[in-house]
């Protein structure tokens, strides 16, 4: 025995024969083994047989006799074929003629050896089961084929916020799927043949952007644009379009289309670009509010040391003297609660409000804040007045608490108009209250929510002093105390707010 | 809004100032009175305009951010009436860019908040002609 013959005899062989004569299948197991199989065989002789054979194990080829008793090769190709299984069928037979054993090759059988010629069986086997093989492999291949494109179609048809579909050439909707029905609300019976137009809204579309996009594509391989397109409802949404030319500039094949709805990501930026608009906003009225004190403060020391240095403060009054250092004096004062405002906001927004609870008085904390801010409720020809509840304790904060009816204070005169300000103090059930009402210029109905933000205002920039941090800082210390606070207010007649407290801290 | 001095009363030389900020109202006057000039004031841009209808000033020294009537209204409309349209304006404001945002109001001078007494009074005397 040569080496490569060693190694054939290593190769094992199931064989599966359909056969009567076990002399014959002796024969061919033999011509078999000559060739360098090791087999296992098995032989029938009835469909019966053939069909538990092959349900019961796995069989490397399948040699058939062309007519037994009560069988035959066609019956059992047939019977195998409709098992749905795949292996190398042989006819080996002495009695048929060429024409039986064409049809049989016709039908599926992949070779035919006449009994006594059974020379190049080896090699025929050996070759079918190489063929069964190739097949085999293909027959995965594709398998993993129609896998991948299935899971390609659950992806493009279950991703959220894209829609994924293909246009023809000239641009009207060709494939769909439940993805783009989802996000457009078109089902494919409705979209498809219709012009890709049908995704833009009503001024895009005059403005010949759908056309436009289709060119671009068409020109430079892709297009990529934002914009607001249109659902089947004609309700809009924000979205990043992409279309790639499938095929080249000669023989355009299509495009494809990439729908994204990004209105929730387009959302949040604008928000970004209005909160870092707002805070350089915020930045110039702080400037600007700085440099007001600072002006006055600056003015009178600079007059007092010119009077000093002309000797005219031999002149001057104790009075007139008295006077100017009160007004630097206020000065440096007002600066104080501007920098302590906005070291209240930087503190707030950081997280960093801590509150230092003890027993207050609230009637008596809005009479301190008011005899403290008359001079200036005086001189803007604002009359205060309080009505408040004696004896209204709760455990708060007092100095937030102090910031917060200052700022609301300081609200009313400012916005006040010169008119009465009216502030009351009362109890409303385990709450407290303090409602103060102006009679001014009031806020419309559109700014009454937006006032509560930070650095917002209802009033242009500038017109009215202050930072427009004043009613969003009140909102912060109401609501670390666990109250609230609320507006009333129409334009041109005024505006009351009321802030409510918690007297005592619920839960544990 | 203080009361205008009388024309006939004497012949010092008078200066309107705009300014809704109370305390720069009341200081301004003072340095200003304290320098010799007759001095008025208004709140905003509208009271300014009451106030001319009274009284001629030489001089009018102008914040631009008020409420009722900015400082760029009130010129505006200074600018539209003949009788008050020649009297100089002296721009006062703590605005940031206050050159860009003055540039179509045609003012006699700029001073930035917070200004220095000297600046203040040298653009005040530059601008006023003593009355013969």
């Given at each position: 025995m040569t080496s490569s013959e060693e190694s054939q005899s290593q190769k094992r062989l199931r064989v599966l024969l359909v056969e009567d004569e076990p002399d014959d299948a002796e024969l061919t197991l033999h011509e078999l083994e000559r060739a360098g199989y090791s087999c296992e065989a098995e032989r029938v002789e009835t469909p019966e047989a053939f069909q538990a054979a092959l349900a019961a194990g796995e069989w490397s080829v399948i040699l058939a006799d062309f007519g037994l008793p009560r069988f035959s090769a066609p019956a059992a190709l047939n019977l195998l074929q409709k098992s749905g299984r795949d292996i190398p069928f042989i006819i080996v037979s002495g009695?048929?003629?060429e024409g039986p054993a064409v049809k049989a090759m016709k039908a599926g059988a992949h070779d035919f050896f006449a009994k006594g010629k059974l020379g190049r069986l080896g090699a025929a086997v050996e070759r079918e089961i190489r063929e069964c093989l190739v097949r085999r492999e293909r027959q995965e291949a594709l398998a993993q084929l129609r896998s991948a494109e299935e899971r390609y179609r659950l992806v493009v048809e279950n991703v959220r916020e894209y829609a994924i579909f293909m246009l023809a050439p000239d641009g009207n909707v060709k494939s769909w799927n439940r993805g783009a029905e989802r996000l457009t609300g078109y089902t494919e019976h409705e979209i498809v043949?219709?012009?890709?137009?049908?995704?833009?809204s009503e001024e895009e579309r005059q403005d010949g952007r759908p056309e436009e996009a289709l060119q671009t594509a068409r020109d430079q391989g892709s297009q990529i644009a934002e914009g607001f397109r249109r659902r089947r409802d004609g309700s809009l949404f924000w979205a990043e379009c992409t279309l790639d030319r499938i095929g080249g500039k000669g023989e355009l094949v299509g495009f494809s289309a990439v729908l994204h709805d990004i209105t929730e990501r387009k959302r949040l930026l604008d928000d970004l670009r209005h909160a870092v608009r707002a805070r350089d906003e915020f930045l110039s009225i702080a400037s600007h509010e700085l440099r007001t004190p600072l002006t006055s403060m600056g003015l009178q020391l600079q007059s007092l040391a010119a009077l000093e240095r002309s000797h005219a403060h031999l002149r001057l009054s104790d009075e007139k003297i008295a006077k100017k250092l009160a007004t630097v004096s206020r000065q440096a004062e007002r600066l104080t609660v501007l920098i302590e405002n906005l070291l209240d906001v930087t503190r707030i927004t950081s997280g960093r409000i801590q509150l230092r609870r003890e027993d207050v008085d609230l009637g008596a904390l809005v009479n301190t804040v008011v005899s403290r801010m008359r001079e200036w409720s005086v001189r803007s020809g604002c009359e205060v007045s309080v009505v408040a509840e004696e004896g209204l304790v709760g455990s708060w904060d007092r100095l937030r608490l102090e910031t917060a009816v200052t700022n609301l204070l300081s609200n009313a005169i400012k916005y006040g108009a010169g008119k009465p300000v009216d502030i009351a103090v009362e109890a409303a059930g385990t709450d407290a209250r303090v409602r103060v009402r102006d009679c001014g210029i009031g806020i419309s109905t559109d700014e009454q929510e937006r006032?509560?933000?930070?650095?917002?205002?209802?009033?242009?920039?500038?017109?009215?002093?202050?930072?427009?941090i004043g009613l969003w800082l009140v909102r912060q210390v109401v609501e670390t105390h666990g109250g609230s606070i609320s507006v009333e207010s129409r334009t041109g007649e005024g505006s009351t707010f009321t802030i409510s407290l918690p007297r005592r801290i619920e839960g544990p | 809004m203080s009361a205008p001095p009388r024309r006939d009363e004497r012949q010092k030389v008078s200066v309107l100032v705009v300014d809704d900020d109370v305390d720069i109202r009341e200081t301004v006057i003072e340095v200003l009175a304290d320098a010799g000039y007759e001095v008025a004031s208004a709140g905003n841009g509208a009271e300014a305009l009451e106030a001319l209808r009274a009284f001629a000033p030489d001089l009018i020294l102008l914040d631009l951010s008020m409420p009722v009537m900015s400082g760029e209204q009130f010129r505006t409309r200074q600018l539209r009436e003949p009788k008050i349209a020649g009297i100089p304006v002296v721009v006062m404001s703590a605005a940031a860019r206050l050159e860009e945002k003055t540039a179509g109001m045609k003012a006699s001078a700029l001073l930035a908040k917070p200004v220095k007494l000297t600046d203040l009074l040298a653009a005040v005397g530059q601008f006023t002609q003593p009355r013969v």
């Open positions: 009695s048929i003629g043949g219709a012009p890709f137009s049908a995704f833009f006032i509560f933000q930070r650095f917002e205002r209802a009033v242009p920039e500038h017109h009215y002093g202050g930072f427009g | -």
